[in-house]
T-cell receptor, first 116, second 110 residues
Framework: NAGVTQTPKFRVLKTGQSMTLLCAQD?????MYWYRQDPGMGLRLIHY???????AKGEVPDGYNVSRLKKQNFLLGLESAAPSQTSVYFC???????????????FGPGTRLTVT | RKEVEQDPGPFNVPEGATVAFNCTYS??????FFWYRQDCRKEPKLLMS???SGNEDGRFTAQLNRASQYISLLIRDSKLSDSATYLC???????????FGQGTELSVKP
């Protein structure tokens, strides 16, 4: 059981380049999320998805796009990378919201992205 | 004001010490509360959920005060392996979304 996996683990981009980060989960979770983590800022939600074919904006969506074409995959795209997007990116997944609370979010190992 | 605020840290304590972390949240509609642990350069992992009645898991005790919008985590008999960053987490208005505090770093020394 792999849980949540992320590809790639490290990447260096030049300003203006594009790339896609892939997140895959094998737990049949409905909800998936993309966060970025910067020193002193904690984790901030970029985009999330409540099910296949649906996506929604989080706290810091500008400069990013996402797609959830398959339930198990959630892609994060950077169309034109900027140095401000240098960060550690975490993907997470969780079971369906059940009213009184939500289930634990399981995180992938992260992608360390540097934009020069 | 940040939605979730934690003690800035870092906390440097000797082995065997008791340490307490505090957290406040601004959204009174938040329904679920958690403490996550994050080791250096690794992904966050759930440490424990926080219930209104308070809950304990071994050396860890979590408490919630809804009236004051305050959450705490107490670690007794600290171990070297407890060294990590502890993240206070609350749910947002819309289902499924979590709001993370910036984390408090704990370093337990021999």
């Amino acid at each position: 059981n792999a849980g949540v996996t992320q590809t790639p683990k490290f990447r260096v981009l030049k300003t203006g380049q594009s790339m896609t980060l892939l997140c895959a989960q094998d737990m049949n979770h409905e909800y998936m999320y993309w966060y970025r983590q910067d020193p002193g800022m904690g984790l901030r939600l970029i985009h999330y998805s409540v099910g296949e074919g649906t996506t929604a904006k989080g706290e810091v969506p500008d400069g990013y796009n996402v797609s959830r074409l398959k339930k198990q995959n959630f892609l994060l795209g950077l169309e034109s990378a900027a140095p401000s997007q240098t960060s550690v990116y975490f993907c997470a997944s969780s079971s369906t919201f059940m009213g009184q609370g939500i289930y634990e979010q399981y995180f992938g190992p992260g992608t360390r992205l540097t934009v020069t | 004001r940040k939605e979730v605020e934690q003690d800035p840290g870092p906390f440097n304590v000797p082995e065997g010490a008791t340490v307490a972390f505090n957290c406040t949240y601004s959204n009174s509609a938040s329904q679920s509360f958690f403490w996550y642990r994050q080791d250096c350069r690794k992904e966050p992992k759930l440490l424990m959920s926080v219930y209104s009645s308070g809950n304990e898991d071994g050396r860890f005790t979590a408490q919630l005060n809804r009236a004051s919008q305050y959450i705490s985590l107490l670690i007794r008999d600290s171990k070297l392996s407890d060294s990590a960053t502890y993240l206070c987490v609350v749910t947002a208005n819309q289902g499924g979304k979590l709001i993370f505090g910036q984390g408090t770093e704990l370093s337990v020394k021999p």
